[in-house]
């Protein structure tokens, strides 16, 4: 229900308030080491890169991806052009090639349609070779073939990249909050009948300041004449 922004911020107040009182909280094992483990994971908290860094870093590579793609499929098509003048489209040893509908195929389908052209080339380059199928075309097809797989493994690993940092960024908001709620019950616990205001102090509100913020100044506009 907080933004990070929000947490950070109820972090320091959590953190303060375990300074303030120290004295009245140590019986509830808030000590030196527990307001250290605070410290350290609000500092990891504000370290740990934003989403838009990795996402950037997932656009990055799916672009390089579909560059490769494009460059799969010019190499494919000039390759059949040629496949064409000595097998009819439709026939037997052209269907071998399996091209048909490259246009709708995914990235994994096209891979392995360019690896397949490579392999059933190579099998027929004697047949051929006299209408310009060459080795160095077959093989410079493969390498391009090649160069889309690993562009899809990279974009493949950028994306999973950036679920394993939401999610490991998730779990260490959860361990900050998890801080800031023993802090926050045990100060209410002790103060409960002792300070009314040094309770409040302790209470985290459902709705965060931010958004109260927001909502208040809605709730502002909408009583706007028009």
């Not at 120290?22 to 370290?47: H, M, P, T």
């Not at 490579?118 to 075309?137: C, H, I, K, N």
């Not at 002790?190 to 208040?216: C, G, Q």
């Amino acid at each position: 229900m907080f933004s990070y922004g929000d947490l950070m911020q109820l972090g320091h107040r959590a953190h303060k308030l375990a300074t303030d009182d120290a004295d009245v909280l140590a019986s509830y094992g808030i000590n030196d080491a527990f307001r250290d483990n605070l410290d350290e994971k609000l500092q990891q908290l504000k370290d740990f890169p934003e989403d838009v860094e990795q996402e950037y870093g997932a656009v990055a590579e799916n672009e390089t991806k579909l560059k490769r793609a494009d460059e799969v499929k010019v190499g494919i098509r000039t390759m059949m052009v040629l496949v064409k003048q000595v097998y009819k489209e439709g026939s037997g040893k052209w269907t071998r090639f399996g091209t048909a509908d490259m246009s709708k195929m995914n990235d994994l389908q096209l891979i392995k349609c360019g690896f397949r052209v490579v392999r059933v080339a190579q099998s027929l380059l004697t047949t051929l070779e006299p209408f310009g199928v060459t080795q160095a075309m077959i093989d410079a097809l493969e390498i391009t073939v090649k160069a889309y797989d690993k562009a899809y493994d990279d974009q493949q690993d950028a994306l999973l990249l950036r679920k394993e940092s939401t999610i490991d960024r998730i779990q260490l908001a959860n361990e900050l909050y998890g801080l800031i709620a023993k802090v926050c019950d045990y100060g209410k616990d002790y103060w409960s009948s002792r300070d009314s205001f040094k309770h409040s102090l302790y209470v985290i509100y459902e709705t965060p300041p931010s958004k109260r913020a927001k909502a208040k100044k809605k709730a502002a506009e909408k009583e706007q004449p028009e």
